[in-house]
């Protein structure tokens, strides 16, 4: 598949499209990241995400959204999928999904979460379980690029074993301009140095950066975490209109 380096063109149409499974990489007991070869596949930016179709023997289709994981610099799309018990699609693409396997697949979508090196920072990213997926993509375009953008990145999961990416999360913590700090909101171990609560004001003004240097924030995860975030950003006084949203799912993390 020829190499992703360019945005889909505004205004093309977002057509379903045959994906077909390259490689399943376990990241947590939950979840996994799918590197899927698509048919005349446009590019994408970091931020989107693409709609999954599944079709069952007797006609039947499931249908859910979910994020992309890598960067439009790669040789392949990567999902991340974290099993939902009840779900219709997750726990197929989790348990189940082979090299071979082939799905519908429609995208790029989702504008408004997107970010391009050229955009430049500060960024905050902050992220909620799976909410790290597109934040990562960010981060990852970000390297690919030889970016250097003052890039502070914040994630809450339940405990370590939730953490996605974590190898290469722990590989980055050196990296020129980007610092990633973690909370662990239920299970910590002995050793944990770090948080052990629910993002709030105080861990947000640790993190930075202030209001005062106007970041680009970009916040996933689920729908009560989100709006958390977003309020006590706002109430720090950042500016509500550098805050991009990305939600999904009823509970908080």
């Known amino acids: 598949m020829a190499e992703i380096t360019a945005a889909p063109s505004r205004g093309a149409p977002i057509v379903w499209r045959l994906a077909t499974v390259r490689r399943v990489v376990r990241e947590t007991d939950r979840a996994v990241s799918i590197d899927v070869e698509v048919d005349d596949w446009p590019g994408h930016l970091a931020g989107h995400h693409v709609d999954i179709r599944l079709t069952a023997e007797d006609g039947y289709q499931a249908q859910r959204s979910y994020s992309i994981a890598s960067p439009p610099e790669a040789s392949r799309l990567t999902l991340t999928v974290e099993r939902m018990d009840d779900g219709e699609v997750s726990p197929y693409l989790v348990d189940d999904a082979r090299d071979g396997d082939e799905f519908e697949l429609r995208g790029p979508i989702g504008g408004h979460f997107t970010w391009h090196v050229d955009q430049g920072g500060p960024l905050l990213l902050v992220g909620g379980g799976s909410g790290l997926v597109p934040l990562m993509a960010i981060v990852r375009h970000r390297i690919a690029q030889h970016g250097t953008v003052d890039t502070r990145l914040l994630v809450s999961t339940r405990g370590p074993g939730d953490v996605l990416y974590r190898g290469e999360l722990m590989g980055l913590a050196d990296a020129q301009g980007l610092q990633i700090h973690f909370t662990l909101t239920r299970r910590a171990p002995s050793n ?4 052990t609560r629910r993002v709030d004001a105080e861990m947000l003004a640790a993190v930075g950066p202030s209001p005062a240097d106007s970041p680009r924030v ?14 006590l950003l706002v109430d720090a006084g950042h500016d509500p209109a550098r805050i991009h949203a990305e939600r999904f799912g009823p509970s908080g993390t």
């Open 192 to 195: 944990w140095s770090g948080w």
């Open 218 to 231: 970009y916040i996933c995860g689920p729908t009560a975490f989100v709006e958390r975030v977003a309020d």
